[in-house]
Antibody
Framework: QEQLVESGGGVVQPGGSLRLSCAAS????????MHWVRQAPGKGLEWVAG????????YYADSVKGRFTISRDNSKNMLYLQTSSLRVEDTAVFYC???????????WGQGTLVTVSS | QTVVTQEPSLTVSPGGTVTLTCAAS?????????PNWFQQKPGQAPRALIY???NKHSWTPARFSASLLGGKAALTLSGVQPEDEAEYYC?????????FGGGTKLTVL
Protein backbone atom coordinates (compact mmCIF):
# COMPACT_ATOMS: atom_id res chain seq x y z
CA GLN A 1 0.00 0.00 0.00
CA GLU A 2 0.97 3.63 -0.30
CA GLN A 3 3.71 4.64 2.10
CA LEU A 4 5.77 7.74 2.75
CA VAL A 5 8.73 7.59 5.13
CA GLU A 6 10.60 10.73 6.11
CA SER A 7 14.13 10.88 7.45
CA GLY A 8 16.90 13.38 8.04
CA GLY A 9 15.54 15.33 10.96
CA GLY A 10 17.63 16.16 13.98
CA VAL A 11 19.05 18.92 16.12
CA VAL A 12 20.84 21.77 14.36
CA GLN A 13 22.14 25.15 15.45
CA PRO A 14 20.59 28.38 14.19
CA GLY A 15 22.02 29.17 10.78
CA GLY A 16 22.62 25.52 10.04
CA SER A 17 21.29 23.21 7.35
CA LEU A 18 19.59 19.85 7.07
CA ARG A 19 18.44 17.74 4.16
CA LEU A 20 15.15 15.98 4.71
CA SER A 21 14.25 12.95 2.63
CA CYS A 22 11.03 11.13 1.94
CA ALA A 23 10.95 7.62 0.51
CA ALA A 24 7.78 6.79 -1.37
CA SER A 25 6.48 3.29 -2.10
CA UNK A 26 3.31 1.52 -3.11
CA UNK A 27 2.32 3.94 -5.86
CA UNK A 28 3.66 5.47 -9.07
CA UNK A 29 5.65 8.29 -7.51
CA UNK A 30 6.33 10.06 -10.80
CA UNK A 31 2.60 10.60 -11.35
CA UNK A 32 1.99 12.67 -8.24
CA UNK A 33 2.81 16.11 -6.98
CA MET A 34 4.39 16.21 -3.56
CA HIS A 35 4.45 18.69 -0.71
CA TRP A 36 6.17 19.33 2.59
CA VAL A 37 3.99 20.44 5.50
CA ARG A 38 5.31 21.27 8.96
CA GLN A 39 3.90 21.54 12.44
CA ALA A 40 5.65 23.37 15.24
CA PRO A 41 5.25 21.81 18.68
CA GLY A 42 1.70 22.40 19.93
CA LYS A 43 0.85 24.50 16.88
CA GLY A 44 -1.12 24.14 13.68
CA LEU A 45 -0.15 22.92 10.24
CA GLU A 46 1.88 25.08 7.87
CA TRP A 47 2.31 24.36 4.17
CA VAL A 48 6.01 24.69 3.33
CA ALA A 49 6.65 23.74 -0.28
CA GLY A 50 5.29 21.80 -3.23
CA UNK A 51 6.66 20.29 -6.41
CA UNK A 52 4.93 19.12 -9.57
CA UNK A 53 4.98 15.46 -10.52
CA UNK A 54 7.79 16.01 -13.04
CA UNK A 55 9.78 18.42 -10.87
CA UNK A 56 9.38 21.27 -13.31
CA UNK A 57 7.43 23.59 -11.02
CA UNK A 58 8.24 24.33 -7.41
CA TYR A 59 6.36 26.48 -4.93
CA TYR A 60 7.28 27.84 -1.52
CA ALA A 61 5.71 29.53 1.46
CA ASP A 62 6.99 33.06 1.98
CA SER A 63 8.40 32.00 5.36
CA VAL A 64 10.92 29.64 3.73
CA LYS A 65 11.45 31.18 0.29
CA GLY A 66 15.15 31.56 -0.43
CA ARG A 67 16.13 29.26 2.44
CA PHE A 68 14.51 25.93 1.55
CA THR A 69 14.65 23.98 -1.72
CA ILE A 70 12.30 21.19 -2.66
CA SER A 71 13.39 18.56 -5.15
CA ARG A 72 12.64 15.03 -6.23
CA ASP A 73 14.29 12.06 -7.90
CA ASN A 74 11.63 10.06 -9.69
CA SER A 75 14.13 7.32 -10.55
CA LYS A 76 14.59 6.68 -6.83
CA ASN A 77 11.05 7.51 -5.65
CA MET A 78 12.49 10.16 -3.37
CA LEU A 79 11.41 13.62 -2.29
CA TYR A 80 13.80 16.04 -0.64
CA LEU A 81 13.78 19.29 1.26
CA GLN A 82 17.10 21.06 1.56
CA THR A 83 16.91 23.52 4.41
CA SER A 84 19.43 26.25 5.15
CA SER A 85 19.77 29.35 7.33
CA LEU A 86 17.61 27.58 9.85
CA ARG A 87 15.94 29.62 12.58
CA VAL A 88 14.60 28.66 15.97
CA GLU A 89 11.10 29.17 14.59
CA ASP A 90 11.72 26.45 11.97
CA THR A 91 11.56 23.86 14.75
CA ALA A 92 8.78 21.50 13.72
CA VAL A 93 7.75 18.06 12.60
CA PHE A 94 8.07 17.99 8.82
CA TYR A 95 5.60 15.82 6.92
CA CYS A 96 5.91 14.52 3.38
CA UNK A 97 2.52 14.68 1.67
CA UNK A 98 1.21 13.29 -1.61
CA UNK A 99 -1.00 15.31 -3.94
CA UNK A 100 -3.06 14.56 -7.00
CA UNK A 101 -3.74 17.94 -8.53
CA UNK A 102 -5.86 19.87 -6.07
CA UNK A 103 -6.39 16.80 -3.93
CA UNK A 104 -3.65 17.50 -1.43
CA UNK A 105 -2.61 15.19 1.35
CA UNK A 106 -4.38 11.93 0.66
CA UNK A 107 -1.29 10.26 2.09
CA TRP A 108 1.06 11.57 4.76
CA GLY A 109 4.28 10.28 6.20
CA GLN A 110 4.78 9.92 9.94
CA GLY A 111 6.95 13.05 10.04
CA THR A 112 10.53 13.87 10.97
CA LEU A 113 11.40 16.30 13.75
CA VAL A 114 13.71 19.22 13.10
CA THR A 115 14.91 21.05 16.19
CA VAL A 116 16.79 24.32 15.76
CA SER A 117 18.52 25.22 18.98
CA SER A 118 21.83 26.49 20.24
CA GLN B 1 -0.11 38.24 4.36
CA THR B 2 -2.81 35.72 3.56
CA VAL B 3 -4.71 34.49 6.60
CA VAL B 4 -7.17 31.62 6.70
CA THR B 5 -9.43 31.70 9.72
CA GLN B 6 -11.22 28.86 11.47
CA GLU B 7 -13.14 28.77 14.74
CA PRO B 8 -10.53 28.05 17.44
CA SER B 9 -12.81 25.65 19.24
CA LEU B 10 -16.28 24.14 19.07
CA THR B 11 -18.19 21.79 21.31
CA VAL B 12 -20.87 19.37 20.20
CA SER B 13 -22.90 16.68 21.92
CA PRO B 14 -22.74 13.08 20.74
CA GLY B 15 -25.28 12.57 17.97
CA GLY B 16 -25.45 16.26 17.27
CA THR B 17 -24.54 18.30 14.22
CA VAL B 18 -21.80 20.89 13.95
CA THR B 19 -20.45 23.04 11.14
CA LEU B 20 -16.84 24.20 10.99
CA THR B 21 -15.98 27.09 8.71
CA CYS B 22 -12.92 28.33 6.87
CA ALA B 23 -12.64 31.98 5.85
CA ALA B 24 -10.09 33.73 3.64
CA SER B 25 -8.72 37.17 4.43
CA UNK B 26 -8.73 37.84 0.69
CA UNK B 27 -12.51 37.58 0.38
CA UNK B 28 -15.12 34.94 -0.28
CA UNK B 29 -13.92 31.36 -0.57
CA UNK B 30 -14.91 29.92 -3.93
CA UNK B 31 -14.40 26.56 -5.59
CA UNK B 32 -11.24 28.03 -7.12
CA UNK B 33 -9.60 27.81 -3.71
CA UNK B 34 -10.06 24.02 -3.89
CA PRO B 35 -10.71 23.66 -0.14
CA ASN B 36 -9.29 20.56 1.49
CA TRP B 37 -10.17 19.42 5.00
CA PHE B 38 -8.10 17.33 7.40
CA GLN B 39 -8.60 15.70 10.77
CA GLN B 40 -5.76 15.32 13.24
CA LYS B 41 -5.82 13.44 16.51
CA PRO B 42 -3.14 13.86 19.19
CA GLY B 43 0.12 12.18 18.32
CA GLN B 44 -0.99 11.29 14.81
CA ALA B 45 -0.35 12.63 11.35
CA PRO B 46 -3.28 14.46 9.78
CA ARG B 47 -5.79 12.47 7.77
CA ALA B 48 -7.48 13.84 4.67
CA LEU B 49 -11.27 14.06 4.75
CA ILE B 50 -12.35 16.29 1.84
CA TYR B 51 -10.77 17.68 -1.32
CA UNK B 52 -11.88 20.22 -3.91
CA UNK B 53 -14.65 21.69 -1.75
CA UNK B 54 -16.87 18.66 -1.24
CA ASN B 55 -15.28 15.48 -2.56
CA LYS B 56 -14.84 12.71 -0.02
CA HIS B 57 -12.04 10.19 0.11
CA SER B 58 -12.94 6.53 0.14
CA TRP B 59 -12.28 6.39 3.88
CA THR B 60 -14.25 9.50 4.83
CA PRO B 61 -17.25 8.57 7.00
CA ALA B 62 -20.63 9.42 5.49
CA ARG B 63 -21.44 11.72 8.42
CA PHE B 64 -18.86 14.20 7.11
CA SER B 65 -19.91 16.58 4.35
CA ALA B 66 -18.50 19.82 3.00
CA SER B 67 -19.64 22.78 0.94
CA LEU B 68 -19.34 26.50 0.42
CA LEU B 69 -21.51 28.46 2.82
CA GLY B 70 -21.85 32.20 3.14
CA GLY B 71 -18.52 32.94 1.46
CA LYS B 72 -16.66 30.34 3.46
CA ALA B 73 -15.72 26.72 3.09
CA ALA B 74 -17.68 24.59 5.52
CA LEU B 75 -17.32 21.11 6.98
CA THR B 76 -20.42 19.62 8.57
CA LEU B 77 -20.49 16.63 10.88
CA SER B 78 -23.91 15.05 11.33
CA GLY B 79 -24.52 12.46 14.01
CA VAL B 80 -21.23 13.22 15.73
CA GLN B 81 -19.41 10.30 17.32
CA PRO B 82 -17.01 10.44 20.28
CA GLU B 83 -14.16 9.47 17.96
CA ASP B 84 -14.72 12.68 16.00
CA GLU B 85 -13.08 14.65 18.79
CA ALA B 86 -10.00 16.05 17.08
CA GLU B 87 -8.40 19.09 15.49
CA TYR B 88 -9.71 19.98 12.05
CA TYR B 89 -7.79 22.00 9.46
CA CYS B 90 -8.81 23.52 6.17
CA UNK B 91 -6.36 24.18 3.35
CA UNK B 92 -6.89 26.73 0.57
CA UNK B 93 -5.12 27.18 -2.77
CA UNK B 94 -3.68 30.60 -3.59
CA UNK B 95 -2.37 30.16 -7.11
CA UNK B 96 1.23 29.31 -6.34
CA UNK B 97 0.91 28.35 -2.72
CA UNK B 98 -1.38 26.71 -0.21
CA UNK B 99 -2.41 28.10 3.17
CA PHE B 100 -3.75 26.18 6.14
CA GLY B 101 -6.29 27.57 8.53
CA GLY B 102 -5.36 27.78 12.17
CA GLY B 103 -7.44 24.73 13.02
CA THR B 104 -10.61 24.05 15.00
CA LYS B 105 -10.45 21.94 18.12
CA LEU B 106 -13.68 19.97 18.20
CA THR B 107 -14.76 18.65 21.56
CA VAL B 108 -17.47 16.01 21.80
CA LEU B 109 -19.12 16.36 25.17
Amino acid sequence: QEQLVESGGGVVQPGGSLRLSCAASGFTFSSYGMHWVRQAPGKGLEWVAGIRYDGHNKYYADSVKGRFTISRDNSKNMLYLQTSSLRVEDTAVFYCVRASGFNVGDYWGQGTLVTVSS
Amino acid sequence: QTVVTQEPSLTVSPGGTVTLTCAASTGAVTSGYYPNWFQQKPGQAPRALIYSTSNKHSWTPARFSASLLGGKAALTLSGVQPEDEAEYYCLLFYGDSWVFGGGTKLTVL
